[in-house]
């Protein structure tokens, strides 16, 4: 597509349920991220794709957070038993490459990001 | 990780009126980018500036590897310039922001 969407655009839950969010890249787009955005504060990084892999995922702050992208296109993030402390905004962001040593420059897109209130 | 500081945390400009804006990092870098974040919580991408200077009309960015920090200059602000601006910097795939400037332009 022309840009990164992102749905739902925003997500109203009750803690301990089960959460999906999704993000279709720009075509094209190898590289793809999850950040979280909490009010006031920078995105943090969550979890990296190059392709179908998770090539790093040290940013996901616990084993209730998965994420895939099973044909190297779009990505699901997975939030199981939610709790109060998820809630913030989850972005996702593509770039054509990805990484040190490789031509091109890793340039971000972002996509507006999901909204997600835990109850 | 790198470690990412942007200053001021908070302007508040008269619509005219231009700003500097500065980020410093903590380590060397091969990648930064300079983000403005609209009212509605959209990031867009201004600049890619690893090094040097680059003008995109009223707004321009030098960043001085060697020294590691990044400047980020509006010129003749506007309204429309409102909203928070971010600094990343890139460490193996893995971006880092500080915690932005946010911008208010008054009329």
């Known amino acids: 597509g022309a840009g990164v969407s992102q749905t739902p655009s925003n997500k109203v839950t009750e803690k301990g349920k089960y959460v999906e969010l999704r993000c279709d890249p720009i075509?094209?787009?190898?590289?793809l991220y999850w950040y979280r955005q909490s009010l006031g504060q920078g995105p943090e990084f969550l979890i990296y794709?190059?392709?179908?892999?998770?090539?790093?995922d040290s940013g996901l702050p616990n084993d209730r957070f998965f994420a895939v992208r099973p044909e190297g296109s779009v990505s699901t993030l997975k939030i199981q038993r939610t709790e109060r402390g998820d809630s913030a905004v989850y972005l996702c962001?593509?770039?054509?490459?990805?990484?040190?040593?490789?031509?091109?420059?890793?340039?971000?897109?972002f996509g507006a990001g999901s909204r997600l209130t835990v109850l | 990780g790198i470690q990412v500081e942007q200053s001021p945390p908070d302007l508040i400009l008269q619509e005219g009126a231009n700003s500097t804006l500065r980020c410093n990092f903590s380590d060397s870098v091969n990648n930064l980018q300079w983000f403005h974040q609209n009212p509605w919580g959209q990031l867009i991408n201004l600049f890619y500036?690893?090094?040097g200077t680059k003008q995109n009309g009223r707004l321009s960015a030098t960043t001085v590897a060697t020294e590691r920090y990044s400047l980020l200059y509006i010129s003749s602000s506007q309204t429309t310039d409102s909203g928070v601006y971010f600094c990343?910097?890139?460490?193996?795939?893995?971006?880092?922001f500080g915690s932005g400037t946010k911008l208010n332009v008054k009329p």
């Open positions: 500036i690893p090094s």
């Open positions: 075509s094209g787009h190898t590289a």
């Open positions: 990343a910097v890139e460490d193996f795939n893995k971006f880092y």
């Open positions: 794709f190059q392709g179908t892999g998770a090539a790093d």
């Open positions: 962001a593509s770039s054509l490459t990805s990484g040190r040593g490789l031509s091109g420059a890793n340039v971000l897109t």
